[in-house]
């Protein structure tokens, strides 16, 4: 299959390499909203690893499997940046899911379990599910979370060296330090949840096995761990 110049057989790559792309898909799926169709991301990663199959004689000594990962991720990115994936009324359901654990968490003196956080919201425990499985794809930073009510520019009102960008704010050693100790706050369940999915870079039918319970639930969680830890985070 593999030649001096490259791949000499590209219909066996894509064979032989689907169920990285599917793979690939599955991981990427619990960080994205409701919306976003499975299906749709495997195909444009399949469009990826084909571009990588076309491109791999450029790449002379590269292992393929690492570099077609790189294109499949890209083209899966790519089409997710044309469909505009994160609306609007993700983010706003998310900050009442944040606000109602913000103002539990300085009640109760403790992190809201579901029933709690669903009456603080006023709605029934199933319809607060619902919310948070269509709220999976909630990002722990957005552009908009630098910005106030008054619209001042977060920027403008702290005191950074003139070379500081946003990137390099978020890996400060403060909000690190912080981000640590809201993980450390999470229930123990959400807490392994989020260490399945962003360090062992399991999918949700993997972490669901290991939980026992659905893919669906397994969303539901994340997000909720992702208001808790952005409810944290916002006194940082």
């Known amino acids: 299959m593999y030649t001096a110049i490259g791949l000499n057989d590209k219909e066996q790559c894509l064979r032989d390499y689907a169920p990285l792309v599917k793979r690939i898909a599955h991981q990427m799926m619990v960080k994205l909203p409701y919306s976003v169709q499975i299906d749709d991301i495997i195909q444009a990663g399949m469009m990826g690893l084909l571009d990588a199959a076309s491109r791999y004689d450029e790449f002379h000594g590269a292992q393929f499997e690492t570099y077609a990962t790189q294109r499949i991720r890209g083209a899966m990115l790519d089409e997710l940046r044309e ?38 919201l006023d709605m029934p425990l199933a319809e607060y599910q619902q919310l948070l499985q269509e709220s999976r794809g909630a990002q722990l930073v957005y552009y908009e979370d630098f910005h106030d009510e008054d619209h001042d520019d977060f920027f403008e009102r702290f005191e950074f060296d003139s070379d500081a960008d946003p990137l390099a704010l978020l890996a400060d050693e403060r909000f690190r330090v912080e981000l640590i100790r809201a993980i450390e706050n999470l229930p123990e369940r959400e807490r392994m949840l989020m260490g399945m999915i962003y ?12 939980f026992g319970v659905s893919e669906s639930r397994v969303s539901q969680l994340h997000s909720q761990a992702v208001a808790r830890l952005r409810s944290w985070m916002k006194g940082y």
Not at 93 to 116: C, H, V
Not at 199 to 210: C, T
């Open 199 to 210: 360090e062992q870079e399991m999918n949700l039918r993997e972490v669901g096995a290991v």
């Open 83 to 120: 469909a505009d994936w994160l609306p609007r009324s993700l983010r706003r359901d998310m900050r009442r899911i944040e606000a109602a654990i913000s103002r539990l968490q300085q009640k109760l003196g403790r992190s809201p379990n579901e029933t709690e956080i669903a009456k603080e």
